[in-house]
């Protein structure tokens, strides 16, 4: 069965630093991986998408993830945050043979910028 | 960009009554919506998934005549809740799959549900 797990349930950082959110899954084939983020009240917006090819991948607002097949894991990225990316990050693997077409999340990341 | 219009954003309503919400696909055709429950503070539980034209799978747990899913047409499914009790208040995420893009999965904006 596939399952994702995100280690850290809180993280603060201060404005302008880097931050890195870990993401490890488990699924049986080629993962389709996801990073979704939320703002409070708010649905979920797509940040980037990894299913093949380059191993780093681009997303908006300065977001980049890489993929390590070896490590079974999809980590977030930004190099200088901005207090606009205070919100909760989730990331996603499916879909899949086994679960069909759904997603399966992470129990998600908050993020808190201090000033 | 594909856009999901949820609707509405926010709604109250008595104990006993019901309450449907609406999921749009504005700019594409959807062949599978999804439909999440949030908790505070949590992340989302798959309810439901529905194809066009065909009864919703329900996740194991989830009343399948408390929580009515109909997906009428490419563009449109809704969620309504019937006899909504307290316990129902939650904040309902729809999510859709682009028959164009099967990787694609556009959420809309959700629906906080108070039920007094």
């Known amino acids: 069965a596939q399952s994702v797990t995100q280690p850290d349930i809180h993280i603060t950082v201060s404005e302008g630093a880097s931050l890195e959110l870990r993401c490890n899954y488990s699924?049986?084939?080629?993962?389709?991986l996801f990073w979704y983020v939320q703002s409070p009240g708010q649905g979920l917006q797509l940040l980037l998408k990894y299913f093949s090819g380059d191993t780093l991948v681009q997303g908006i607002k300065g977001f980049e993830a890489e993929f390590k097949r070896s490590q079974s894991s999809f980590n977030l990225r930004k190099p200088s945050v901005h207090w606009s990316d205070a919100a909760e990050y989730f990331c996603?693997?499916?879909?899949?043979?086994?679960?069909?077409?759904?997603?399966?999340f992470g129990g998600g990341t908050r993020v808190l910028v201090k000033p | 960009g594909a856009v999901v219009s949820q609707h509405p954003s926010w709604v109250i309503c008595k104990s006993g009554t019901s309450v449907k919400i609406e999921c749009r696909s504005l700019d594409f055709q959807a062949t599978t919506m999804f439909w999440y429950r949030q908790f505070p503070k949590q992340s989302l539980m798959l309810m439901a998934t529905s194809n066009e034209g065909s009864k919703a799978t329900y996740e194991q747990g989830v009343e399948k005549d408390k929580f009515l899913i109909n997906h009428a047409s490419l563009t449109l499914s809704t969620l309504t809740v019937t006899s909504a009790h307290p316990e129902d208040s939650s904040f309902y995420i729809c999510?859709?799959?682009?028959?164009?893009?099967?990787?694609?999965?556009?959420f809309g904006s959700g629906t906080r549900l108070t039920v007094v």
């Open positions: 996603a693997v499916g879909p899949s043979r086994a679960a069909g077409n759904k997603l399966t």
């Open positions: 999510s859709a799959r682009d028959l164009t893009d099967l990787y694609g999965y556009t």
């Open positions: 699924y049986g084939a080629t993962p389709y």
